[in-house]
């Protein structure tokens, strides 16, 4: 049979409540309520564990999955070509896109002859598990270590293309290569 005392004791904090009748001073709680202010004015000398997050951010581990990326080539050409491989992969059903054909005048903007026209992530759907970024044939879409910015406005967490694509300015393209497995 299971002894009861040795259940009870398993984290060493458990009291066995008691029915005993409260003493004069018990009844008046002010020990209790002193005991319990200096708990609290001990924690204000102690280390915080807590951070005045936006203003300070934490280092992120390489592998975090954050705000996704969708990049250019070299020559600044968006890589994606809307084969919905993502899309497909997505669990959370939180990419949606609609694919439209390359013209002859837009082969320094578009790598592939498909493109992505309209390019949307659902941030209130996404789980950032990254099967998108595995999913992409293309290396077009990276999870990175950015944060997506809380809001008050549902409509502000559909993400286009607005958001996601990188800069065409070279220096200030996002840097993906700690989401890159080393031996590719
Ligand atoms: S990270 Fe996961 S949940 Fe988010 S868009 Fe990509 S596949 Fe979907
Ligand atoms: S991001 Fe990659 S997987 Fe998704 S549609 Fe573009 S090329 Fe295809």
């Given at each position: 049979m299971v002894n009861q005392k040795s259940i009870y004791n398993l984290t060493g904090k458990s009291k066995v409540v008691s029915n005993k009748k409260m003493s004069f001073v018990e009844k008046l709680y002010l020990p209790a309520i002193l005991n319990g202010m200096l708990i609290t004015a001990s924690h204000l000398f102690k280390k915080k564990t807590t951070i005045r997050y936006p203003e300070v951010k934490r280092n992120y581990s390489d592998i975090y999955r954050g705000k996704h990326v969708l990049k250019r080539d070299d020559e600044g050409r968006e890589r994606c070509t809307a084969c919905g491989l993502?899309?497909?992969?997505?669990?959370?059903?939180?990419?949606?896109?609609?694919?439209a054909e390359r013209k002859r005048d837009e082969e320094h903007l578009y790598r592939e002859e498909k493109y992505a026209i309209t390019y949307e992530i659902n941030m209130l759907r996404c789980i950032f598990c990254g099967f998108c970024e595995?999913?992409?044939?293309?290396?077009?879409?990276?999870?990175?270590?950015?944060?997506?910015?809380a809001d008050y406005d549902?409509?502000?967490?559909?993400?286009?293309?607005?958001?996601?694509?990188?800069?065409?300015?070279?220096?200030?393209?996002?840097?993906v290569s700690k989401r890159i497995p080393k031996d590719e």
């Open positions: 993502c899309a497909l992969s997505c669990p959370a059903e939180a990419i949606t896109m609609v694919a595995e999913a992409c044939p293309k290396e077009a879409i990276y999870l990175t270590q950015r944060d997506t910015p549902r409509e502000s967490f559909i993400y286009g293309k607005d958001k996601l694509v990188e800069p065409l300015d070279k220096a200030k393209r996002i840097d």
